[in-house]
T-cell receptor
Framework: DTGVSQDPRHKITKRGQNVTFRCDPI?????LYWYRQTLGQGPEFLTY????????KSRLLSDRFSAERPKGSFSTLEIQRTEQGDSAMYLC?????????????FGQGTRLTVV | DAKTTQPPSMDCAEGRAANLPCNHS???????VYWYRQIHSQGPQYIIH???NNETNEMASLIITEDRKSSTLILPHATLRDTAVYYC???????????????FGKGTKLSVIP
């Protein structure tokens, strides 16, 4: 297992288009997280799943954003009607949660540029 | 989660120890101190975490003061590849409220100089 994998690494899209990103977590990890990072800032939490259940969504996650993890394995993050303000690095992380938290491992991220 | 305060930037000579401070004066008894780093254009990388005892692993050492209001991450022999932004994060352990997320600040940009 090579860690958390994200696809694509880079995406350029025109304003108003829809985009979808994919994240493949570390195989035995039951928690999966999405973060967003803009230039010069630290990552900001968007949402997380435990297995296939989406348990928390940040206020940053507007109605145009939707995330799924249908079988408790990979996850997708879709942004509809993209805006220039959506330009950012989208990071996925995974961790194993049983009786407590273990450290989260991050992927390399998907850099989105909306033109 | 408690807030943390870190210097925005630091320099360190290659081969010397890098000591990165972090203040977390409002930390609660059930909150751990985590350190992550982010090398340019990559995702954050876990380094180390601790509750109250000092911790050491193959990457770094973590020194937490007795009152737990501050900590120091030590990279014993910094190399050019350690140039990165280092984030100090406090996080609830176990299944406590908010335990699922990491709250990143702006971190400390460490530059290792040849």
């Amino acid at each position: 297992d090579t860690g958390v994998s994200q696809d694509p690494r880079h995406k350029i899209t025109k304003r108003g288009q829809n985009v979808t990103f994919r994240c493949d977590p570390i195989s035995e990890h039951n928690r999966l997280y999405w973060y967003r990072q803009t230039l010069g800032q630290g990552p900001e939490f968007l949402t997380y799943f435990q297995n296939e259940a989406q348990l928390e969504k940040s206020r940053l996650l507007s109605d145009r954003f939707s995330a799924e993890r249908p079988k408790g394995s990979f996850s997708t993050l879709e942004i509809q009607r993209t805006e220039q303000g959506d330009s950012a690095m989208y990071l996925c992380a995974s961790s194993l949660f049983s009786r407590g938290n273990t450290e989260a491992f991050f992927g390399q991220g998907t850099r989105l540029t909306v033109v | 989660d408690a807030k943390t305060t870190q210097p925005p930037s630091m320099d360190c000579a290659e081969g010397r120890a890098a000591n990165l401070p972090c203040n977390h004066s409002t930390i609660s008894g059930n909150e751990y101190v985590y350190w992550y780093r982010q090398i340019h254009s990559q995702g954050p990388q876990y380094i180390i975490h601790g509750l109250k005892n000092n911790e050491t692993n193959e990457m770094a050492s973590l020194i937490i003061t007795e009152d737990r209001k501050s900590s120091t991450l030590i990279l014993p022999h910094a190399t050019l590849r350690d140039t990165a932004v280092y984030y100090c994060i406090v996080r609830v352990a176990s299944s406590g409220a908010g335990s699922y997320q990491l709250t990143f600040g702006k971190g400390t940009k460490l530059s290792v100089i040849p």
